[in-house]
């Protein structure tokens, strides 16, 4: 048994519910269903009685809940004393702003329920910087975006997000299924900071030239997307981007995905960096 089964198995025990845990667990039912199905495989017996309304403990989940709440207990005591003795232990987070928004909700409580000693600190990078800070030493580990020169970093792949074309819904081309860069030519596109990253800007500017002087300079994404939405200025997009009223994502065809990445130094040695790659990795496959 590993605590992260039994702190499910405790979830599922005091909401009765297995949606509502994976709800407090910001996770989806699946994986919580075999979770609870493989610890009660591993002991031998059925934990839970299931019924239309939900679940009830069966008398060995009863025994099992009160010596679980009781262990885990000292588990978060050992933690703090660790803790204490070590003094307080810091992490900055590197994001840029639309990849902390995908994955904050997500791996936060995460994070916080395996190190609740940890001062936190968000680093909120613009579009100049896709290290989200890493590359200047600013921060510890990065929520971010590819492509961009991986020179000294190390990147696990969280998810692959197609992109596609921020169009206004009035664009002759805004009801086609997906577009080509041919079918882009000429248009205007917005403008990254001077000095971004190579690979960053020929991604992510449509026709991967940013020496455009009549181009606007952006640095946030809604920026870009406010630029789209007023003047008719190009962007591209995570398909899955929110887009505000009158603005729509058009896929492009002939561009590759973008990995939505946990990024860190390859040097790092930090038990705290590590366990920070280990929440991400296992949280977003939960």
């Known amino acids: 048994m590993d605590l992260r089964s039994l702190r499910y198995f405790i979830a599922v025990a005091e909401e009765r519910h ?19 199905r493989q610890l009660e495989d591993e ?70 329920a395996c190190y609740p000693h940890v001062h936190v600190s968000i680093h909120e990078s613009d579009l100049g910087d896709p290290t989200a800070g890493l590359r200047a030493g600013l921060v510890d580990v990065a929520i971010t975006r590819t492509p961009f020169d991986d020179t000294g970093i190390s990147m696990h792949v969280l998810r692959s997000v197609p992109v596609g074309v921020v169009m206004r819904g009035g664009d002759p081309l805004a009801a086609h299924a997906s577009v080509s860069s041919t079918d882009l030519a000429g248009r205007r596109w917005v403008r990254l900071p001077e000095g971004a990253d190579p ?23 809604q920026e870009c997307l406010q630029a789209v939405l007023w003047n008719g200025t190009s962007a591209l997009a995570p398909i899955d981007q929110s887009m505000p009223d009158g603005l ?33 990795k296992n949280g977003w496959h939960t």
Do not use: C, K
């Open 199 to 221: 690979a960053w800007t020929a991604y992510w500017t449509g026709s991967g030239d940013n020496d455009n002087d009549a181009s606007p300079v952006m640095r946030t994404i």
């Open 18 to 36: 297995i949606g509502r845990a994976a709800n407090r667990l910001h996770m989806t039912q699946p994986p919580l269903s075999r979770a609870v």
């Open 43 to 112: 002991l031998g017996v059925l934990l839970f009685e299931r019924t239309p309304r939900g679940v009830t403990l069966t008398p060995a989940g009863e025994v099992l809940y009160g010596e679980t709440g009781a262990l885990l207990g000292r588990v978060d005591g050992v933690r703090r004393r660790v803790a204490a003795a070590a003094g307080t232990a810091t992490l900055a987070v590197g994001t840029l702003a639309d990849a902390a928004e995908q994955v904050g909700g997500r791996l936060v409580s995460l994070f916080r």
């Open 248 to 280: 729509v994502v058009v896929p492009l065809s002939d561009r590759p995905p973008s990995d939505l990445v946990v990024a860190w130094p390859r040097t790092a040695r930090s038990p705290v960096v590590r366990g920070f790659i280990q929440v991400a």
